[in-house]
């Protein structure tokens, strides 16, 4: 039974738990738990990044003898592909099938305004791990969110390139097709406001666009001092490819929100991508032995760094169980008035919801650069 019920823990699986799992005699000593995240298509970065996190969380927690005095915690991963559609078909079934009391994701908050009134509506307690969009957590009581909105995040950006960079003189860019890439705009826009920056031109484009010439020509013409972005990380890396190709130098730098703060990136992007700051609640090189434990058994296990997705969704796993044990039973009403009291030491830092079930803090945030196509703390 233990080689089953860790199997379940370190792998995503779908149809293994398909039946309903208050029959099966083990289920008695597992609490299952859902997330939908995106692990295959163009913005697969982030949600293979979110898995890892929350499965190395899991099986620690799980060999440190689960949650409810020795109950595992079986984590059934559903892929969501990026789409909609397909995010609140998986919701529907971890809810309807698996009967899971918390969701953790969907990975993007273009999925979250649409799973987010789903699982809502079934008073299943739901923590985005990723979602920084405004407004994730106004849909309803029992949707969480781990990750600061960007109106927390892109202010601190904006104003180190200003204060370090003498940025003056703007273009702004987004995806006018994506939720969290609009809203981010919206915070850049107000921070480009309030901090006095001249704002030569607003540029729009669509996900999946692969041609930005038009917009990048017009830029180009504008002698602007930076670029802002806000979009997913695919576009992003197309934007920034094309960006140098049409001759606009490398001293005009990016300016990226929660999308671009990904070593995708600098795999898409490479040298292209130097110079861009993104604000980041987490960097790799932070100091501490949990945060220093976390990188080297991520690496261990994955092949390769983990990034500030897979440490919020590390830590969101350990809130998740904490809340389980907190509430002394696997349900969704007991585990939601848990969540608020929650009192959290990670690799984040300090974590605890505010009333509104948003991070209280956002005191962590620092500024990366991107530097032969990897991030580097600003110092
Ligand atoms: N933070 C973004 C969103 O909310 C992405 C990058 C996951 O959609």
Redesign the pocket.
């Known amino acids: 039974m233990s080689r089953l019920l860790s199997t379940v823990g370190a792998i995503a699986i779908g149809s293994l738990l398909a039946a309903p799992a208050a029959t099966t005699a083990w289920a008695q000593e597992t609490v299952t738990v859902g997330a939908i995240e995106i692990l295959s298509g163009p913005?697969a970065a982030?949600g293979t990044a979110i898995k890892g996190g929350l499965e190395l969380a899991l099986d620690e927690i799980n060999a440190a003898g689960g949650v409810l005095g020795g109950k595992k915690i079986a984590l059934i991963i559903e892929d969501s592909a990026g789409n909609k559609d397909q995010a609140v078909n998986a919701a529907r079934k971890l809810v309807g099938r698996d009967k899971v009391p918390v969701v953790i994701g969907p990975?993007?908050?273009?999925?979250?305004f649409a799973v987010g009134p789903v699982t809502n509506e079934r008073k299943v307690v739901t923590v985005?791990t990723?979602?920084?969009?405004k407004g994730?957590t106004e849909i309803g009581p029992f949707i969480f969110r781990t990750?600061l909105p960007?109106s927390d995040v892109v202010p601190v950006t904006l104003k180190t390139a200003k204060d370090k960079f003498g940025v003056k003189k703007i273009a702004m860019m987004y995806a006018n097709d994506?939720?969290?890439?609009k809203?981010?705009f919206d915070s850049m826009k107000a921070a480009a406001e309030q901090l006095g920056f001249e704002i030569a031109t607003i540029e729009t484009f669509g996900s999946k666009d692969s041609d930005f010439s038009a917009q990048l020509t017009k830029i180009k013409g504008l002698n602007v001092d930076a670029i802002t972005i806000s979009a997913?990380?695919e576009p992003i890396s197309g934007v920034v490819l094309q960006a140098r190709q049409l001759g606009i130098p490398a001293s005009v730098r990016f300016i990226g929100?929660?999308?671009a703060?990904?070593p995708k990136l600098g795999e898409i992007a490479g040298g292209a991508a130097d110079g861009l700051l993104v604000g980041s609640p987490w960097f790799i090189a932070k100091k501490g032995e949990t945060n220093e434990k976390f990188v080297a058994d991520y690496k261990k296990r994955n092949g390769k760094d983990p990034d500030q997705?897979a440490a919020q969704a590390y830590d969101t796993m350990y809130i998740v169980a904490k809340a389980i044990d907190t509430a002394g039973a696997a349900d969704s009403d007991k585990i939601r008035e848990a969540l608020y009291k929650t009192d959290f030491n990670g690799v984040m830092g300090p974590f605890s919801f505010t009333q509104g079930r948003d991070p209280a803090s956002n005191e962590g945030v620092v500024v990366l650069a991107m530097k032969n196509g990897r991030f580097e703390i600003l110092e």
């Not at 990723?130 to 969009?133: L, Q, Y």
């Not at 994506?178 to 890439?181: G, K, V």
């Open positions: 913005s982030y990975t993007l908050s273009n999925e979250m985005g990723s979602t920084t969009a994730i990750s960007e994506d939720a969290f890439s809203s981010g997913l990380v929100g929660n999308g703060n990904s997705f």
